[in-house]
Antibody
């Protein structure tokens, strides 16, 4: 059974850097084709894809946020870390991490973590 | 940047068929995925690779693709299907992912 859980601060101040950790179990990020993605959702709004890291350390970023995002993995700890710099109140959202199946499986984001609400306010 | 377009809302009566569309220029080249999200919950994958259904997803959920539009069809809609539905795919080169704006399905 694959599970993921997000952790990090619930409140950050404007201009600060947000660091979120996704801790997962039930799969290895060294398995060919597998990835972990980050997606966020402002309150009452749509999902927004942020970043994705694959088993081979291939990293993909949202074009609109690329300059502010960094995604890394620690395979030995079964963790993926997302950092977002220069936080603004508009970045207030629930942040999700999700398992990205290989092409031989669903290939979609499945399953997702429970999400963590991050509020940006002074 | 690349966008996927969904209708904001769809309403159907119980037992009827709901169809939710998602349009994007790269859909002929890239697979589409559909997610169901109920209030206060994380999204759940209900269709992958345009038309495949994950294990555990009821057979009333199906997907199809035609040109630049993909469609999620829910046959015999039940009250429990009331939720937000999101399509997801990639740009034409497969460089980055994108979600549609979401469709709120209301069961009357």
């Amino acid at each position: 059974q694959i599970t993921l859980k997000e952790s990090g601060p619930t409140l950050v101040k404007p201009t600060q850097t947000l660091t979120l950790t996704c801790t997962f179990s039930g799969f290895s990020l060294s398995t060919s084709g597998v990835g972990v993605g980050w997606i966020r959702q402002p309150p009452g709004k749509a999902l927004e894809w942020l970043a994705l890291i694959y088993w081979n350390d291939d990293k993909r970023y949202s074009p609109s946020l690329k300059s502010r995002l960094t995604i890394t993995k620690d395979t030995s700890k079964n963790q993926v870390v997302l950092t977002m710099t220069n936080m603004d109140p508009v970045d207030t959202a629930t942040y999700y991490c999700a398992h990205r199946g290989s092409a031989g499986t669903t290939g979609g984001f499945d399953p997702w973590g429970q999400g963590t609400l991050v509020t940006v306010s002074s | 940047s690349y966008e996927l377009t969904q209708p904001p809302s769809v309403s159907v009566s119980p037992g009827q068929t709901a169809r939710i569309t998602c349009s994007g220029d790269a859909l002929p080249k890239q697979y589409a995925y559909w997610y169901q999200q109920k209030p206060g919950q994380a999204p759940v994958l209900v269709i992958y690779k345009d038309s495949e259904r994950p294990s555990g997803i009821p057979e009333r959920f199906s997907g199809s693709s035609s040109g630049t539009t993909v469609t999620l069809t829910i046959s015999g809609v039940q009250a429990e299907d009331e939720a937000d539905y999101y399509c997801q795919s990639a740009d034409s080169s497969g460089t980055y992912e994108v979600f549609g704006g979401g469709t709120k399905l209301t069961v009357l």
